[in-house]
C-alpha cells in the first residue's frame, strides 16, 4: 500500500501561482512514476503531467512552459509548481503512483485549485 497526501491547492487569480505538494508514504521501491491529473465537473481525468524515478519528465501540451513538475526522493515528496495560472486550469488536482513491479496504483484525496478573479 502507498499513501498519498497533496496539499497547496487553494483560490488565486488569473495570471498567479500555486504550489501543490504531494507527500508519499508506505511501500514505495524503485522503479516507479509518479503524476499529477486533474478532474473538472462532468469530464474525465486528464494526467497533466509524469516524473519517474530515474527523473524523466512529460507534460501536457496545454502545461508546457507554465507548470513544472519535480520530486525529492529524500523526502518521498512530489511538487507541481503551475504558474501564469488560468480559469481553465481549475480543477481538482490528484497524485498518482504507479509501479509496474508492484502492480500498484494509488491514488490521493485530491486539492482543488480555483483560478478565478
Known amino acids: 500500500q502507498v499513501y498519498l497526501v497533496e496539499s497547496g491547492g487553494g483560490l488565486v487569480q488569473p495570471g498567479g501561482a500555486l504550489r501543490l505538494s504531494c507527500a508519499a508514504s508506505?511501500?514505495?521501491?524503485?522503479?516507479?512514476?509518479m503524476a499529477w491529473y486533474r478532474q473538472t465537473p462532468g469530464k474525465e481525468r486528464e494526467w497533466v503531467a509524469t516524473?519517474?524515478?530515474?527523473?524523466?519528465?512529460n507534460y501536457r501540451d496545454f502545461v508546457k512552459g507554465r507548470f513544472t513538475i519535480s520530486r525529492d526522493n529524500a523526502r518521498n515528496t512530489m511538487y507541481l509548481q503551475m504558474n501564469s495560472l488560468k480559469p481553465e486550469d481549475t480543477a481538482v488536482y490528484y497524485c498518482?503512483?504507479?509501479?509496474?513491479?508492484?502492480?500498484?496504483?494509488?491514488w490521493g484525496q485530491g486539492t482543488q485549485a480555483t483560478v478565478s478573479s
Open positions: 516524473i519517474s524515478t530515474g527523473g524523466d519528465i
Open positions: 508506505g511501500r514505495i521501491f524503485s522503479p516507479h512514476i
Open positions: 498518482n503512483y504507479k509501479s509496474r513491479l508492484q502492480n500498484y496504483d494509488f
